[in-house]
């Protein structure tokens, strides 16, 4: 099994900052795609940003130039800064995983168990 424990999550004022972290654990093998959806209360769930193995890096619209995503392989950890909050950013925030758990065997998709973010105005 692969686990994923997400922290960093909290209250903060428009404009200010938040790290999230989330960490991996379990029999892995490889880590493919990892990154960070987010789903406000009454709406659906939506992507806020992701990272391939290869670094490559994708962004919703709305948080581009304000958030960065990361990843440590070594330390099995994916981050997500975030900066510049704005009230519309309010969200439970989830962690997700994409890989294997050996070399013959097929991808596995793991989610976090969630963190909320409150932005206050």
């Known amino acids: 099994q692969v686990q994923l424990v997400e922290s960093g999550g909290g209250l903060v004022q428009a404009g200010g900052s938040l790290r999230l972290s989330c960490a991996a654990s379990?029999?892995?093998?490889?880590?493919?795609?990892m990154g960070w959806y987010r789903q406000a209360p009454g709406k659906q769930r939506e992507l806020v940003g992701i990272?391939?193995?290869?670094?490559?890096?994708n962004y919703v619209d709305s948080v581009k130039g304000r958030f960065t995503i990361s990843r440590d392989d070594a330390k099995l950890t994916v981050y997500l800064q975030m900066n510049s909050l704005k009230p519309e950013d309010t969200a439970v925030y989830y962690c997700?995983?994409?890989?294997?758990?050996?070399?013959?065997?097929?991808?596995?998709?793991?989610w976090g168990q969630g963190t909320l973010v409150t932005v206050s105005s």
């Open positions: 997700y995983w994409n890989g294997r758990q050996g070399w013959a065997e097929a991808y596995l998709e793991v």
């Open positions: 990272i391939s193995s290869g670094g490559i890096t």
């Open positions: 379990g029999r892995i093998f490889a880590s493919n795609v």
